[in-house]
Nanobody
């Protein structure tokens, strides 16, 4: 199982980005995928998750209404749409896979992690 997040970059406050998480070595139908982030000097924070089979999503309160998780099973890819970004959203963003298909924002639930992608929100 491998995961690769991409799509990060520098964006101005109020802007948007779409991150992608491409999975290999497994079928998205059989996992839940979570998104996490780690800001400089802080611990890793769960952003949200999606169930690969039915698309049910869950979001942390801090991003609810601004971030959206979606998927394309044919491409084995999960997306994280980030809108209305603020400097507080600056972090390295990671995706992770949960074989128990529980999802949520608890790190311990996830079995496989990919390298992160940097998102910087600054004017």
């Amino acid at each position: 199982v491998q995961l690769q997040a991409s799509g990060g970059g520098l964006v101005q406050p109020g802007g948007s980005l779409r991150l992608s998480c491409v999975g290999s070595g497994f079928s998205l139908d059989d996992y839940a995928i979570g998104w996490f982030r780690q800001a400089p000097g802080k611990g890793r924070e769960g952003v949200g998750s999606i169930i690969g089979s039915d698309g049910n999503t869950y979001y942390a309160d801090s991003v609810k209404g601004r971030f959206t998780i979606s998927k394309n099973n044919a491409k084995n890819t999960v997306y994280l749409q980030l809108n209305s970004l603020s400097p507080e959203d600056t972090a390295v963003y990671y995706c992770a896979a949960d074989i128990d298909i529980v999802g949520g924002t608890a790190e311990a639930e996830y079995d496989y992690w990919g390298p992160g992608t940097q998102v910087t929100v600054s004017s």
